[in-house]
T-cell receptor, first 115, second 115 residues
Framework: EAQVTQNPRYLITVTGKKLTVTCSQN?????MSWYRQDPGLGLRQIYY???????DKGDVPEGYKVSRKEKRNFPLILESPSPNQTSLYFC??????????????FGNGTRLTVT | AQSVAQPEDQVNVAEGNPLTVKCTYS??????LFWYVQYPNRGLQFLLK??????LVKGSYGFEAEFNKSQTSFHLKKPSALVSDSALYFC?????????????FGKGTKLSVIP
């Protein structure tokens, strides 16, 4: 089944403890992206990748890191999480980096709580 | 800069009645517009997209959207609402020029269909 898989689904952590949220897609998609969803703010893009080893900042990249060493994987790294990073995170992928023409496929989300 | 607005945080409609979820956009050049739906505890799912052509776009689950260039709107519609349509709906916009690797999402509209 074609899908985007994120892990974990739920994560509670403490301020400053490094964490990684994994994302993997099995559709051979070029483009991958991370979003955060907050009430009243909708979806905001954190980072995106147009292909292997090509990543760039989205609208809210502060406090996050990403890497794209393989086409299928795009982990999101929080080196020193803070409470304002408590949010619902989504990974998405698309066949083409020209996302105006190619629908995004989303994972089921990771709900992160930082205390 | 491009922007997408969903003027209603919540829309309530009785089962069987027609529904409309509103979206307006500001996109340079020719706009590419999308509707996504998010069911509880799930990621966003693609519903339909507009690319230059017919102003009425048909999508999944009986939904359609009407593109109106003069009003810069892309409203989502369905002739007869089902309780199972209750979900969070997101409008998104992009364009084919510089920055075509990013979509801008609206803040979302919660649709409640009342039995």
């Amino acid at each position: 089944e074609a899908q985007v898989t994120q892990n974990p689904r739920y994560l509670i952590t403490v301020t400053g403890k490094k964490l990684t949220v994994t994302c993997s897609q099995n559709m051979n998609h070029e483009y991958m992206s991370w979003y955060r969803q907050d009430p009243g703010l909708g979806l905001r893009q954190i980072y995106y990748s147009m292909n292997v080893e090509v990543t760039d900042k989205g609208d809210v990249p502060e406090g996050y890191k990403v890497s794209r060493k393989e086409k299928r994987n795009f982990p999101l790294i929080l080196e020193s999480p803070s409470p304002n990073q408590t949010s619902l995170y989504f990974c998405a992928s698309s066949l083409s980096w020209q996302v105006y023409n190619s629908p995004l496929h989303f994972g089921n989300g990771t709900r992160l709580t930082v205390t | 800069a491009q922007s997408v607005a969903q003027p209603e945080d919540q829309v309530n409609v009785a089962e069987g009645n027609p529904l409309t979820v509103k979206c307006t956009y500001s996109v340079s050049g020719n706009p590419y517009l999308f509707w996504y739906v998010q069911y509880p505890n799930r990621g966003l799912q693609f519903l339909l997209k507009y690319i230059t052509g017919d102003n009425l776009v048909k999508g999944s689950y009986g939904f359609e959207a009407e593109f109106n260039k003069s009003q810069t709107s892309f409203h989502l519609k369905k002739p007869s609402a089902l309780v199972s349509d209750s979900a969070l709906y997101f409008c998104a916009g992009g364009h084919s020029g510089a920055g075509s690797y990013q979509l801008t999402f609206g803040k979302g509209t919660k649709l409640s269909v009342i039995p």
